[in-house]
């Protein structure tokens, strides 16, 4: 089934310049392969952002395989290098066919989660280990620096994306002068108590052998 459904997907796309990210595309793909519309429709129920779903989760699924062969080095060079490959391993007109279909109020959700699974591939790729709130705030952070580089890469024509660079470890650059000032901030007397009593609740989710769900 998830032969069939990557098949149809990849058929798909190849419309998306005509017909846009949509339903259209994915019937077109059906057709390509021999399968009737109902088929595509239980694959992609959603349509366009199913398919642009699929899209951005196949990128994801090459940033994991990327990460486990990167090389090393300060964990700033790292996300770089991550967010930086993640661009690059994507179809720029692809990306903007998606992010029109994701626009849509409807789809905002999809969007806002598609882009936190990216940032939680990087963190996990990269061997984050918290389990705090930090967790959360890792993922946060860089979803919101992952956001931007898209658009800033988007509009970017300069040779080999090196603006595009140039804007990614601004960014980052940016991030961790604000976490040095939390780190300061935590030094305070009392400060540490009192961000433990207001975020104490906050946990990341358990992985199946810890008796959660990963």
Same mark, same amino acid.
């Given at each position: %089934?998830?032969?069939? /459904?990557? /098949? !149809?997907?990849? *058929? *798909?796309i190849t419309h998306v310049p005509f017909d846009g %990210? $949509?339903?259209k595309a994915v019937r077109a793909g059906a057709r390509d392969l021999g399968l009737s519309p109902d088929i595509a429709e239980a694959f992609f129920p959603g349509g366009g952002a199913d398919l642009a779903g699929w899209l951005h989760r196949r990128g994801d699924s090459k940033l994991a395989d990327w990460l486990e062969t990167a090389p090393g080095g300060k964990i700033r060079d790292r996300i770089a290098d991550a967010i930086m490959f993640r661009l690059e391993a994507t179809d720029k007109e692809m990306v903007r066919a998606a992010s029109s279909v994701m626009a849509l109020p409807q789809n905002?959700? !999809?969007?806002?989660? !598609? =882009?936190w699974e990216t940032a939680d591939t990087i963190w996990?790729? !990269? #061997?984050?280990t918290s /389990?705090? =709130? $930090?967790?959360? @705030?890792?993922?946060a952070t860089l979803s919101a620096v992952h956001s931007a580089c898209v658009l800033y890469w988007l509009g970017d024509n300069s040779e080999g994306y090196a603006d595009t660079r140039a804007f990614i470890d601004r960014r980052i650059d940016g991030v961790m002068r604000f976490e040095k000032l939390k780190a300061s901030a935590r030094k305070i007397p009392g400060a540490t108590m009192l961000a433990d009593l207001a975020t104490g609740w906050i946990r990341a989710p358990k @992985?199946?052998?810890? #008796? #959660?769900?990963?």
């Open positions: %089934m998830t032969d069939t /459904r990557d /098949r !149809l997907a990849e *058929a *798909a %990210m $949509n339903i905002q959700p !999809l969007a806002a989660r !598609l =882009v996990d790729g !990269l #061997g984050d /389990r705090d =709130v $930090n967790w959360y @705030s890792k993922r @992985s199946a052998d810890e #008796g #959660g769900q990963a």
